[in-house]
């Protein structure tokens, strides 16, 4: 009796919700997961031309971020109510919705890793007999995936939050149990919805940045090697009497 009494009391905390609602709170989840990665897929995919039709094109730049930029201040209501007489009250609002957000984040990240690409580098690649397409995917790109990733977590986390707005049309993954119970004044639904879509961004942050690290350990690598250049510079190595063997910087100049 303990465990309905929970539901009963209508406390924030409630075992007897997670057991009984296990299934609803599966398919919320499923669904938020679902429209997350339909919505960054397609952001990366429209951002990706975008940011090299910018960086082309000078002429371009300015509109296009221009573009994106005015497009996120839309406030998530107002987009998502201009958008359904297009699509009408169906999962596309959202995930359209959620892709014009991304742009702006995506296209900037893009265009930042893409000039942050030695211009030596290029040459070096071009001497060697690479042609655009092999500059663009087999140096640029790979030099890139920094500021790509960062720009696809901070993408992935805001994106997740904005799903929980598609409440108002039924689609918002767990954003529909933070509604329903909200309106109802059901504590334990909206607090374990509202920690099970914290979680979620954790999760998908830590995701993507290990995922970072396995596609780019040469940051790394560098990391380390500035890290044993600065060490060694401090007089870090020490001989087996204990005395570090660095000089001082102004007696090896009278040497």
């Given at each position: 009796?303990?465990?309905?009494?929970?539901?009963?009391?209508?406390?924030?905390?409630?075992?007897?919700?997670?057991?009984?609602?296990s299934?609803?709170l599966?398919d919320?989840?499923?669904?938020?997961i679902?429209?997350?990665?339909?919505?960054?897929?397609?952001?990366?995919?429209?951002?990706?031309?975008?940011?090299?039709l910018?960086?082309?094109?000078?002429?371009v730049?300015?509109?296009?971020?221009?573009?994106?930029?005015v497009?996120?201040?839309?406030?998530?209501?107002?987009?998502?109510?201009?958008l359904?007489?297009?699509?009408?009250?169906?999962?596309?609002v959202?995930?359209?919705?959620?892709?014009?957000?991304?742009?702006?984040?995506?296209?900037?990240?893009?265009?930042?890793?893409?000039?942050a690409?030695?211009?030596?580098?290029r040459?070096a690649?071009?001497?060697?007999?690479?042609?655009?397409?092999?500059?663009?995917f087999?140096?640029?790109?790979p030099?890139?995936?920094?500021?790509?990733?960062?720009?696809?977590?901070?993408?992935?986390?805001?994106?997740?939050?904005?799903t929980?707005?598609g409440?108002?049309?039924?689609?918002?993954?767990?954003?529909?149990?933070?509604y329903?119970?909200?309106?109802?004044?059901?504590?334990?639904?909206?607090?374990?919805?509202?920690?099970?879509?914290?979680?979620?961004?954790v999760?998908a942050?830590l995701?993507?940045l290990?995922?970072q690290?396995?596609?780019?350990?040469?940051?790394?690598?560098?990391?380390?090697?500035?890290?044993?250049?600065?060490?060694?510079?401090?007089?870090?190595?020490?001989?087996a009497g204990g005395?570090?063997?660095?000089?001082?910087?102004?007696?090896?100049?009278?040497?």
């Amino acid at each position: 009796m303990a465990g309905q009494s929970c539901l009963i009391s209508n406390d924030w905390i409630c075992g007897e919700y997670l057991r009984t609602r296990s299934q609803e709170l599966a398919d919320a989840t499923l669904q938020h997961i679902g429209i997350t990665l339909a919505s960054v897929a397609i952001g990366l995919l429209v951002a990706f031309p975008l940011a090299l039709l910018a960086r082309r094109w000078r002429a371009v730049a300015g509109p296009v971020l221009g573009l994106t930029t005015v497009l996120y201040t839309v406030p998530s209501l107002a987009m998502f109510s201009l958008l359904v007489p297009f699509f009408g009250l169906s999962p596309a609002v959202v995930i359209t919705g959620l892709v014009l957000y991304s742009l702006t984040i995506l296209v900037r990240n893009i265009l930042a890793g893409l000039a942050a690409v030695p211009e030596e580098t290029r040459e070096a690649a071009r001497g060697m007999g690479y042609g655009p397409l092999r500059l663009l995917f087999g140096v640029e790109l790979p030099l890139a995936l920094p500021a790509l990733m960062a720009g696809l977590r901070i993408t992935t986390v805001s994106t997740i939050s904005l799903t929980t707005v598609g409440a108002i049309l039924h689609y918002g993954g767990l954003g529909n149990l933070v509604y329903d119970g909200m309106h109802s004044y059901f504590k334990a639904q909206v607090l374990t919805a509202s920690v099970l879509c914290v979680a979620l961004a954790v999760a998908a942050d830590l995701l993507l940045l290990l995922v970072q690290r396995l596609l780019t350990p040469w940051t790394r690598a560098g990391k380390a090697g500035k890290a044993g250049k600065a060490k060694s510079r401090t007089g870090g190595g020490k001989p087996a009497g204990g005395k570090a063997t660095a000089r001082p910087a102004a007696a090896e100049g009278a040497l």
